[in-house]
């Protein structure tokens, strides 16, 4: 692309954006359409000849409209089957993919949800070498009566320092590998 191309294209995108907004679409935002006529507006300058005396806005308008109309028209009857981590819009260079919509980020994968069981049988299975407090303590820590509590949080209901929390946890812990170690 040569300059005088680049300074026709950069003079021009504001009219790209009058005429995207005059298109509405439910299936392309304006920032699409912005962005389809400017591939519009991109091939109308590899194409203007000044010497014709036509202005370039007169010959580039058709160019813009039918890049916009073209994307409109194929996105409402697109029935390709699409990659989910192909970006969208289709040929962007964004990062927002199918899979970022269809995953949902904050529901629990399927395999931690079965880690997580069996650590807790592992822990269940080796926790009568625990002492009452240790047991506690662990069982509050890692969530084995549900929910996981910090040990500030352990601290302040068993009415100890967050520090003996933490000594009680390790200790624990250390008693628990010792305890599945030997069962191996």
């Not at 202005?55 to 039918?66: N, Q």
């Not at 822990?123 to 996981?148: A, P, Q």
Request: with cysteine.
């Amino acid at each position: 692309m040569t300059k005088e191309q680049e300074k026709l294209i950069t003079a021009n995108m504001g009219y790209v954006v009058t005429l995207a907004r005059q298109y509405r679409s439910d299936i392309l935002s304006t920032d699409d359409l912005v962005s389809e006529g400017a591939i519009g507006l991109m091939k109308a300058a590899e194409k203007f000849d000044p010497e014709r005396g036509k202005p370039f806005v007169t010959f580039a308008a058709p160019y813009i409209r039918r890049a916009i109309e073209t994307a409109i028209t194929k996105a409402s009857t697109d029935t390709d089957v699409r990659s989910t981590d192909e970006s969208l819009p289709v040929g962007s260079r964004n990062n927002f993919t199918l899979l970022n919509v269809l995953e949902d980020v904050h529901a629990e994968k399927a395999d931690a949800i079965v880690e997580e069981e069996t650590l807790n049988d592992d822990l269940l299975s080796c926790i009568d070498v625990l002492n009452d407090r240790e047991r506690e303590v662990i069982s509050r820590y890692y969530g084995l009566k549900g929910w996981r509590q910090t040990m500030a949080e352990i601290a302040e209901d068993m009415g100890l320092k967050r520090e003996r929390v933490r000594q009680e946890r390790d200790k624990a812990v250390r008693k628990l590998r010792h305890a599945a170690k030997s069962k191996m």
